[in-house]
Each structure stands twice: as C-alpha cells, then as structure tokens.
C-alpha cells in the first residue's frame, strides 16, 4: 500500500506483490487493505454516532418522565396530513379517546370562543417562517 491508498487484492496466490509463503498456509485469499488514518477517523465517527444516539435516548427518556409526572402534554402538527400529533395523555387532557385523530380544526373548535382568535393568531405566526 502506497502514498496512502486504499488496496483491494482479489486473490493472494495471484498478486506479484504479495509473497506467496505469507499467505499459503491460510484460508486468505483476499485482501483489502486501508490506510491505518481512515480507520481511525471511521471508528472515532462510529464512536460519536452511538454516543449522539444514546444521549438522544437518554433525552427522550427524561422528557417521558418528566412528562408522565408533571401531568403535561406535548403536541406537534403535521401540515402535510393536516392532523395533531398527540400521545394518548395529551388527548386524555382534552378528553379525546387515545386512537382518535385529531386536526388543527379540532383544537381550534375546542378553545373558549374569547380566546379561539388570539390562539389562531399566535399560531399562525409562531407557524409562519
């Protein structure tokens, strides 16, 4: 391997550039050969992939908790299917049955009619890029 290239052999007993006696008494008989820089920086990337993942994990466990026993709910929209994305404790709150789905009308439909303008005004624009 030269000038830090990756080598690919497909066959050992064929290759000049490899000795035949290294080889011969072994099952080998291909070969891929990468610079000793590319695997470090491919380890050390797979090694903040995992930790990243399990601090998310950790995260959304926490937030689970906090949730459960804080008696809160969260909610996200998607303006795609034009649906609320609420867990089954969110919809409890409203008094929504767990596999119901739930749109953006339905919430609004729900609010006290004093405050229904000023929620869709907020909405709007904290929805507004």
């Known amino acids: 391997m030269r000038h830090?290239?990756?080598v690919?052999?497909?066959d050992v007993r064929l290759d000049p550039r490899i000795p035949k006696e290294a080889y011969a008494p072994t099952f080998v008989r291909s070969l891929v050969m990468v610079p000793?820089?590319?695997?470090?920086?491919?380890?050390?990337l797979l090694v903040h992939r995992a930790r990243a993942a399990s601090a998310i994990r950790i995260s959304e466990e926490?937030?689970?908790l906090a949730v459960d026993h804080a008696d809160v709910g969260f909610w996200d929209v998607d303006f795609v299917q034009?649906?609320?994305v609420w867990p089954s404790q969110t919809?409890?709150?409203f008094g929504v049955s767990a596999d119901v789905p739930v749109t953006l009308q339905d919430?609004?439909?729900?609010?006290?009619p004093e405050d229904r303008d000023a929620m869709i005004e907020a909405f709007t624009a904290a929805a507004d890029p």
């Open 8 to 10: 690919a052999i497909r």
């Open 36 to 44: 000793i820089d590319f695997v470090v920086q491919t380890v050390g």
């Open 4 to 6: 830090g290239e990756t």
């Open 62 to 64: 926490r937030l689970r």
């Open 91 to 93: 919809k409890a709150m």
């Open 82 to 84: 034009n649906t609320l």
């Open 107 to 112: 919430f609004y439909d729900g609010l006290h």
